[in-house]
């Protein structure tokens, strides 16, 4: 347990530092291939309540586009947040509240009662659909919350493509949760 401790951690900062060099124009790129897939997949026009980060300006796929597509839908957003180390969802009842908060900081809204430090969700995933993320357990435990639901919610990891590890895969703990689907501009892993 400690070895995949230390290799995750080291996976972790090596991802991150490739995620730094990616160029603004590769990431919208990417973001507009990955929005597409998502906005068109039978799950998204399905579902009701939608629950998605709030992208940083760097290293991710973009989630604004969805955010606006929610609410032109008439659909329910619900973003994660953190307190004390503990993952929840919380409603954004509004465009206004999202235009109103700043990307990873939901303490304007009153959310939290402390800084969201905790909100790398997925830094990398692979083939086997394993995800790697913080390191600290809060997307996992949120998950494994939400499996005792009557109907567990189905989840979609969106990655760069630099993200997708081809040719090795993350090692898992037994805590560790795989999202249903990982999308790419590239391609489609999982159901």
């Not at 897939?37 to 939608?50: D, G, L, Q, T």
């Not at 494994?144 to 189905?154: G, I, L, N, S, Y």
């Amino acid at each position: 347990m400690a070895n995949v401790k230390k290799v995750k951690a080291r996976l972790r900062e090596l991802t991150l530092m490739d995620l730094d060099t990616i160029s603004s124009e590769q990431i919208e790129r990417e973001s507009t291939a990955v929005v597409e897939r998502v906005i068109f997949s039978e799950e998204y026009k399905s579902s009701k309540n939608i629950s998605v980060y709030l992208s940083k300006t760097r290293g991710e796929i973009s989630t604004e586009s969805i955010i606006y597509d929610i609410f032109l839908k008439g659909k329910i957003c619900y973003v994660p947040c953190w307190d004390e180390g503990k993952m929840e969802m919380v409603k954004l009842k509004s465009l206004e509240d999202y235009r109103s908060i700043g990307p990873n900081n939901l303490n304007e809204l009153g959310f939290l009662k402390s800084n969201n430090q905790e909100r790398e969700i997925g830094i990398a995933f692979d083939y086997e659909g394993n995800r790697l993320g913080n390191g600290k357990g809060s997307y996992d435990g949120y998950l494994a919350r939400c499996q005792k639901w009557v109907k567990p919610p189905k989840t979609m990891a969106l990655a760069l493509n630099i993200q997708i590890f081809r040719d090795s895969t993350i090692p898992v703990s037994e805590n560790d949760l795989r999202p249903d689907i990982i999308l790419s501009e590239l391609e489609v892993i999982g159901d």
